[in-house]
C-alpha cells in the first residue's frame, strides 16, 4: 500500500480517525475474550499504527516479504491487540482470526511473533528489545543502498531500558536517517504514572542530547502524525517523534488510569466502552 | 562420522582462522558482514574493517544493542558475524540471545571470541565457562566448539550458508591442528578421532588435542579409548553418545567449561535417557577460578593429558568394582 498522497488530507484524516476507532473497538472486543490483555496501550498508540499501515508506509499486503518494504518494528509488544486489529485493517490479517486471540494455538500470542503472522518484524515482549533491532534494519537499508525506511514503536516506561541508548548511540553514530522512532509518551506505566516512577523529562531534550530529529506531536490528532512520519527526514540524523497521548484514549473509563495498563473489561464495561467508541465515530 | 588424525607439531591461534574465513565469505557474498562491540583487536577484525567499511558496524560497548542490530540486519537479509568475547557477548545479551535469535530465528552468527579461560589472569569476570550451559538450551540456536583452524574454518563456511541463528564458540589459546584441510562440519554429528572400545573420551574446542594425547597414554596402558571431537554442542550427536554408553564401560567428558549444563551435563542427560553408564565430567568444578594463566588453571583443574588419563583409569576402576 503508498501513502496516499493524492487524497485530500482532510479526507485521509476522516478515513484514519474512523479507521482507530474501529481498531480500538475490535482491540477491546479481543482482550475481553482472551480475559488478558493490555488495553491502555492498545489505546495510545492505536492512532500512530493506524497512521503507518494505512497510509505513511510502503507496504504490500498481498507479499508483506517485498524485499523494499518499510519495516516496522513493534517495540511494545504487548500492545499486541491494537498491532493485530490493525494489520487486519490494512488487509494483512484475515479479520475473522482476531477473535482467536490469545487462544490455545493461536498464531495470535500474547506478544507478536514474526513466524506466525506475516507483517509482524521483530518479536517483541520483553521491552527494549525494538529499538536495536530497527537500528540494524536501517544499518541494512544503508548497507544495500535500498531507499525503504524502519519506523519503530516503544513505550515512554521503556526507554527506562537502557539498550534503548545503546540503540540511540549507535543510531546516531550510524547517521540512520532512514529510522523514525516514535515513542508513545502515554505517561502510565504498569505499576504507577511514568513520572511517578522514573521520571523521563526533559524526554525531548534527552534525544536531542543524544544526536536525534526530535518532533513533538498530539499522537491522537492524524493530521500531525502524517506530517510527522511523512515528513522528509533531516539528513544525517534519526528521527524520533514524541507522540503525547493518553493511555486508555477514547473510553471515559480508561483515560488515564494506570489500573487499564493490563484491565480486562466487564462485559458491561465492554459494552460501554463500544457505545462510547461508536458515538465518537459520528 | 570418522576422520583419520594427524596431530600437528606446530600450535595455532584459531582466531587467524576465523579472521581469514571470514574476510573471505565477505569478498565473495556481499551479504556478509561484521558486527563487534569495540573488540576491533581481540577479534582480530582491524584487516575486515580496512577492507569493508561498509560492512563493517562497531556499536562501542554496548551487548545487547550488537546482538538486538545484529538481529534487525539479518531480517533485512544480511549475514551478520556478530563477535565479541563470549563471557560479555553470552551474559550481557542473553535475553536478545534467547528472543531475537533463537525465538524469532533470525539469521545471526553470533562468534564468542577468547571462551573458556582464555583471558587467564584477567580472572573469573572475563572467563566464560558458563555459556555453554545456557546457549544450549536456548531452542533453534546452534552451538559450536571447534577443535583447531581447519575445523574453525569450516564451521565458519557451514555458519554461513545455515540459514539460522549460531553460536560459535572460539579460544585465543594455541592448539595444534587435528584434522586434514578438506574437512567438512556437519551439525549433530560426533567425528570419532579414535577408536576404543573400553572408555570413551568426549571433548570439545581446545581439549580436545588433550584428549587424544590422553588416549595415546592410556594405549600404553593397553587401555582402548574412543575419542570423540564433540564440536556440535547443540543439535548433540545423541547415537553417537548412546553408542559410547552401550560399547565402552565409561564415558569421561572434558571441556573447559563449568561441568555443570555443558557437554558433561548434556552427556549425562542422554545417557541417563537411554542407556546408563558411568561418566566422569572434567571442567571447572561449580567455582570461579583462582589467579593464573590459562595454561595453569587448566592444569590445576586436571583438564591435561595426563589429568585425562588419571580420570579414565578411575572411572575404569570405579566400573570393575561395580
Not at chain 2, 582480530?44 to 542490530?69: C, H, S, W
Not at chain 2, 595454561?295 to 566400573?319: C, D, P, Q, R, W
Request: proline share 5%.
Amino acid at each position: 500500500m503508498s501513502a496516499t498522497n493524492t487524497e485530500e488530507i482532510p479526507g485521509l484524516e476522516r478515513r484514519l480517525r474512523q479507521a482507530s476507532i474501529a481498531v480500538r473497538r475490535n482491540a477491546l472486543r479481543m482482550v475481553h475474550h482472551a480475559k488478558l490483555g493490555h488495553p491502555g496501550g492498545d489505546f495510545s498508540s492505536t492512532d500512530v499504527l493506524v497512521t503507518l499501515y494505512l497510509s505513511v508506509m510502503k507496504i504490500d499486503p498481498r507479499n508483506p516479504a517485498w524485499p523494499n518494504r518499510d519495516r516496522f518494528v513493534m517495540s511494545k509488544g504487548h500492545s499486541s491487540a491494537a498491532l493485530y486489529a490493525t494489520l487486519a485493517a490494512a488487509g494483512m490479517l484475515e479479520e475473522a482470526a482476531l477473535a482467536t486471540y490469545m487462544d490455545p494455538l493461536s498464531l495470535l500470542n500474547g506478544h507478536p511473533d514474526r513466524n506466525k503472522v506475516a507483517g509482524v518484524e521483530a518479536n517483541t515482549g520483553p521491552l527494549g528489545h525494538g529499538l536495536p533491532i530497527a537500528t540494524g534494519c536501517a544499518l541494512a537499508a544503508k548497507m544495500q543502498r535500498a531507499a525503504w525506511r524502519t519506523f519503530v514503536l516503544t513505550g515512554d516506561g521503556e526507554l527506562q531500558e537502557g539498550s534503548n541508548w545503546e540503540a540511540a548511540l549507535c543510531a546516531a553514530q550510524y547517521k540512520l536517517d532512514n529510522l523514525v522512532l516514535i515513542v508513545d509518551r502515554n505517561r502510565i506505566q504498569q505499576g504507577d504514572f511514568t513520572e511517578s516512577t522514573i521520571n523521563m523529562n526533559p524526554l525531548g531534550e534527552k534525544w536531542r542530547a543524544f544526536g536525534w530529529h526530535v518532533i513533538e506531536v498530539n499522537g491522537h490528532n492524524h493530521g500531525e502524525l502524517l506530517r510527522a512520519l511523512s515528513g522528509p527526514a533531516l539528513p544525517g540524523k534519526p528521527t524520533c517523534v514524541i507522540a503525547n497521548t493518553i493511555k486508555g484514549h477514547g473510553v471515559s473509563f480508561m483515560e488515564n488510569n494506570p489500573a487499564w495498563h493490563h484491565g480486562v473489561p466487564t462485559d458491561a464495561q465492554l459494552a460501554q466502552a463500544l457505545d462510547e467508541l461508536a458515538k465518537e465515530e459520528l | 562420522m570418522s576422520v583419520e588424525v594427524a596431530t600437528s607439531a606446530d600450535l595455532f591461534d584459531c582466531r587467524n582462522a576465523f579472521v581469514s574465513t571470514l574476510e573471505e565469505m565477505a569478498a565473495a557474498d556481499r551479504r556478509v558482514c561484521a558486527v563487534v562491540n569495540d573488540s576491533v583487536s581481540s577479534t582480530k577484525l582491524k584487516g575486515f574493517r580496512e577492507k569493508f567499511p561498509d560492512r563493517f558496524v562497531n556499536v562501542g560497548i554496548a551487548e545487547q544493542n550488537m546482538v538486538g542490530t545484529s538481529a534487525g540486519l539479518a531480517s533485512a537479509g544480511m549475514i551478520p558475524f556478530c563477535c565479541g568475547a563470549s563471557c560479555f557477548l553470552t551474559a550481557r545479551a542473553m535475553e536478545q540471545v534467547k528472543v531475537d535469535l533463537g525465538y524469532a530465528k533470525n539469521n545471526v552468527k553470533l562468534c564468542g571470541m577468547s571462551s573458556g579461560m582464555a583471558y587467564g589472569e584477567l580472572g573469573p569476570t572475563h572467563h566464560s565457562i558458563e555459556d555453554l550451559a545456557w546457549t544450549r538450551v536456548i531452542p533453534n540456536l546452534m552451538v559450536v566448539v571447534p577443535a583447531d583452524p581447519i575445523e574453525t574454518r569450516a564451521v565458519m563456511l557451514w555458519a554461513r550458508d545455515y540459514v539460522g541463528p549460531v553460536f560459535v564458540r572460539l579460544s585465543r589459546m594455541p592448539v595444534p591442528k587435528l584434522l586434514s584441510g578438506d574437512f567438512v562440519f556437519e551439525p549433530g554429528k560426533a567425528v570419532t578421532l579414535r577408536e576404543g572400545d573400553d572408555i570413551a573420551l568426549l571433548a570439545n574446542g581446545v581439549l580436545v588435542a588433550r584428549a587424544l594425547q590422553a588416549a595415546e597414554k592410556l594405549h600404553e596402558r593397553r587401555i582402548g579409548a574412543r575419542v570423540l571431537n564433540m564440536s556440535s554442542m547443540a543439535p548433540m550427536d545423541r547415537e553417537a553418545v548412546i553408542a559410547a554408553a552401550r560399547e565402552t564401560r565409561g564415558i569421561v567428558t572434558i571441556e573447559e567449561a563449568s561441568v555443570y549444563g555443558g557437554l558433561g551435563g548434556a552427556v549425562a542427560e542422554i545417557i541417563a535417557d537411554e542407556h546408563p553408564t558411568l561418566v566422569k565430567r572434567m571442567g571447572v568444578p561449580g567455582v570461579f577460578a583462582p589467579t593464573g594463566s590459562v595454561e595453569f588453571l587448566l592444569e590445576h583443574f586436571g583438564l591435561t593429558a595426563s589429568g585425562i588419563e588419571k580420570a579414565a583409569v578411575e572411572l575404569l576402576n570405579k566400573a570393575a568394582m561395580g
